[in-house]
T-cell receptor
Framework: KQEVTQIPAALSVPEGENLVLNCSFTDSAIYNLQWFRQDPGKGLTSLLLIQSSQREQTSGRLNASLDKSSGRSTLYIAASQPGDSATYLCAVKGSSNTGKLIFGQGTTLQVKP | GAGVSQSPSNKVTEKGKDVELRCDPISGHTALYWYRQSLGQGLEFLIYFQGNSAPDKSGLPSDRFSAERTGGSVSTLTIQRTQQEDSAVYLC???????????????FGEGSRLTVL
């Protein structure tokens, strides 16, 4: 059974700092991994999608990496801003393009001005 | 539509009443998902529709919960005889899993917040 873990559960950093959020999963036979952002009282916004054949994806100040063999993904946020404050969730999809995503519990990030 | 649309955005009901939550996925998306997020909790998978295949109902917590997807588009999640523990945000997502653009990326709606008194 696939399990997804995100560490730390919460993180507080000063503005401008570079930071890394961690996601680990127990079954390396994944189809893809997706990082989301959730603001309080809102739905989830897709940030980055990494297919199993890829090692990383970049969008603006965000970079996500994937190491299937070790069951790990990281989300790197460069030059953090107060507007980055939110909960970040990672989710993995099993070995085919059909099927459910299994989510981690999320990391709640606070970037202080 | 441009995004996943869910209604109602907020629903307050009395214990024992039935409720229906609606999800209108992104046009052309073949896959549709329902998740539940309780206060301070992670996302709990409920049900998944893929095209004309039989839905994956493995996440439905009890037989009070059911969902249907009519015409491969709009989906309705029905909760019968609601209980206080059903209070949560119900999130719907859709994705395209076929063709060149079928990356499987999920796009979520804003959710329906259900409060059972």
């Amino acid at each position: 059974k696939q399990e997804v873990t995100q560490i730390p559960a919460a993180l507080s950093v000063p503005e401008g700092e570079n930071l890394v959020l961690n996601c680990s999963f127990t079954d390396s036979a994944i189809y893809n991994l997706q990082w989301f952002r959730q603001d309080p009282g809102k739905g989830l916004t897709s940030l980055l999608l990494i297919q199993s054949s890829q090692r990383e994806q970049t969008s603006g100040r965000l970079n996500a990496s994937l190491d299937k063999s070790s069951g790990r993904s990281t989300l790197y946020i460069a030059a953090s801003q107060p507007g980055d404050s939110a909960t970040y969730l990672c989710a993995v999809k099993g070995s085919s393009n059909t099927g459910k995503l299994i989510f981690g519990q999320g990391t709640t990030l606070q970037v202080k001005p | 539509g441009a995004g996943v649309s869910q209604s109602p955005s907020n629903k307050v009901t009395e214990k024992g009443k039935d409720v229906e939550l609606r999800c209108d996925p992104i046009s052309g998306h073949t896959a549709l998902y329902w998740y539940r997020q309780s206060l301070g909790q992670g996302l709990e998978f409920l049900i998944y529709f893929q095209g004309n295949s039989a839905p994956d109902k493995s996440g439905l917590p009890s037989d009070r919960f059911s969902a249907e997807r009519t015409g491969g588009s709009v989906s309705t999640l029905t909760i019968q005889r609601t209980q206080q523990e059903d209070s949560a945000v119900y999130l719907c997502a859709s994705s395209s899993t076929t063709g060149r653009l079928g990356t499987g990326e999920l796009f979520f709606g804003e959710g329906s917040r259900l409060t059972v008194l």
